[in-house]
């Protein structure tokens, strides 16, 4: 797992992640490749939506590895084809869950989805404590529940 926010590499690592890393400090393609020894990993998620993970991403599959883009892209995103094409790497975009397996996951891992919560906050503060901290450049806050 990586992220630019410690808060959140912390938390990811409390639920469970068994190495988290900060891109601004570490080149993540390297880092894969030398802990796969130079093979790849089979399947990396970009769930953020930026340029930079993609990029991480695609570098970091093994040859005919997959890509899933679950972050939402605001922007274009250029992406260098010729290691596309000859490393046989497949792409797809997901925006959707696949609830059964998701519960059947959570049920047999003992995973506690109310961990990712930081926060609750009532209805009346949904705009300053709840959109607003969400959209700040470095959030702090994982997931915002709001109580009517």
Same mark, same amino acid.
């Given at each position: 797992?990586?992220d630019?926010?410690e808060?959140? #590499?912390?938390k990811?690592?409390?639920?469970?992640a068994t190495? @988290?890393?900060n891109?601004? %400090?570490? /080149?993540?393609?390297?880092?894969?490749?030398e802990?796969?020894?130079? #093979?790849?990993?089979? @399947?990396?998620i970009e769930?953020?939506?930026?340029?930079a993970?993609? /990029?991480?991403?695609?570098?970091?599959?093994?040859?005919?590895? /997959?890509? =899933? @883009?679950?972050? =939402?892209f605001?922007?274009?995103?250029?992406i260098?084809?010729?290691?596309? @094409?000859?490393?046989e790497?497949?792409?797809?975009?997901?925006?959707?869950?696949?609830?059964?397996?998701a519960?059947?996951?959570?049920e047999s891992?003992?995973?506690?989805?109310?961990a990712?919560?930081?926060? =609750?906050?009532?209805? %009346?503060?949904?705009?300053?404590a709840?959109? %607003?901290?969400?959209?700040r450049k470095?959030?702090?806050e994982?997931?915002?529940?709001?109580?009517?």
């Amino acid at each position: 797992m990586t992220d630019i926010s410690e808060f959140r #590499r912390k938390k990811a690592a409390e639920l469970g992640a068994t190495s @988290v890393f900060n891109p601004l %400090e570490t /080149k993540i393609s390297d880092l894969i490749k030398e802990s796969t020894s130079g #093979r790849g990993v089979d @399947v990396a998620i970009e769930a953020v939506g930026i340029e930079a993970t993609l /990029k991480d991403c695609l570098t970091s599959v093994r040859f005919g590895g /997959k890509v =899933i @883009v679950q972050g =939402i892209f605001t922007e274009r995103v250029p992406i260098h084809m010729l290691g596309f @094409v000859t490393r046989e790497t497949t792409m797809m975009g997901m925006n959707s869950i696949n609830l059964s397996l998701a519960m059947s996951w959570i049920e047999s891992k003992g995973t506690k989805p109310e961990a990712m919560v930081t926060k =609750i906050i009532p209805l %009346e503060q949904i705009s300053s404590a709840g959109f %607003e901290v969400l959209t700040r450049k470095i959030k702090e806050e994982i997931k915002i529940l709001v109580e009517p």
